[in-house]
Every structure is written in C-alpha cells, then in structure tokens.
C-alpha cells in the first residue's frame, strides 16, 4: 500500500512540473501520470498521457510563460486538493501582458502506483480567455459592472 509520504513527494514532483510549465519539460509527464489518466479542465476533456502532451503543446504554442504557485496542499492516500495561481503570458491574449487566473485541482491517485490517474481542473475561463480578447473581453467588463451595479 502506497503511503501518503510517498504521496507528497509526488505532489513535489507535480508542483515542480508545473512552476514553469514549458515545452521542455513535457516529457517528464510518465514521472506524474499513468498512461490512461484522465484530465478535464474548463476548456476540454483528455484521456490518456499523450493526448494530454498533445494538449499542453499545442496550449503552450504562443505562450512567452506560464507559471503555476501552489498556494494550499491537502494530500491523502487517495487524492489531492490543490489551491494555486497561473501566472500566464499569452501573445494572444491580453495584449502579450501578464494575467493571473486563481484556480484550483483534484487529483486522484493510482491505486497500485504512486501516479495521478485523474486531474480535474477549476478556474474561470472566462477570466483566463474571454476577458483578454478585445471585442468579447469589453463585452464581458460592460455585462460585469451592470450585473454589480444591480
């Protein structure tokens, strides 16, 4: 039975892949997640650790950085809540400026090995994306302060 000290040092290793998300280092996902692991996030579904090297590629394409702060752990023998900030420079988004979108993650362990089997990840797209692209991001700004003014 995997323990949960070993655990926490999988979560180093996640946090560690994470704090500087980047092309080179995409292939250290086999040190953090099965082969048929499952990540869902607000924009889509993957299953299985090459669609997700797929992904995080094609989503780093025109990235200049993008940087994950774990601010909360709470780890068990079976899963991980994660509180964090992304820190993300886009060049299509927010005019190549830094933006900042808190989120949050379950992940689920293996059972007979000490790797994620399922990512879920929580943050508000709309603060992610929407908000940054000109047109649509005026769009959202005008419908947020009439829904505060109300």
Known sequence: MIKTAERRELITRFRDFYSDLGESN?????QIYIEDLT?????????????????L????ANAI?????IETEMVDREQAFLVWQMRLQHEKLAGG??????GTSHLR???DSNLIKEHVDYYD???MVYEHVPV??????????????S
């Open 57 to 60: 590629d094609h989503g780093l």
């Open 65 to 69: 950085h993008c940087k994950f702060a």
């Open 39 to 55: 990540f869902k996030d607000p924009v889509q579904l993957v299953q299985g650790r090459d669609n997700l090297l797929h992904y």
């Open 125 to 127: 797209l709309g603060a």
């Open 97 to 102: 400026r830094e933006i900042q979108v808190p």
């Open 136 to 149: 649509l991001g005026w769009v959202i700004n005008k419908v947020r302060r009439k829904m505060e003014g």
């Open 26 to 30: 995409l292939t250290t996902l086999d």
């Open 109 to 111: 362990f293996a059972e």
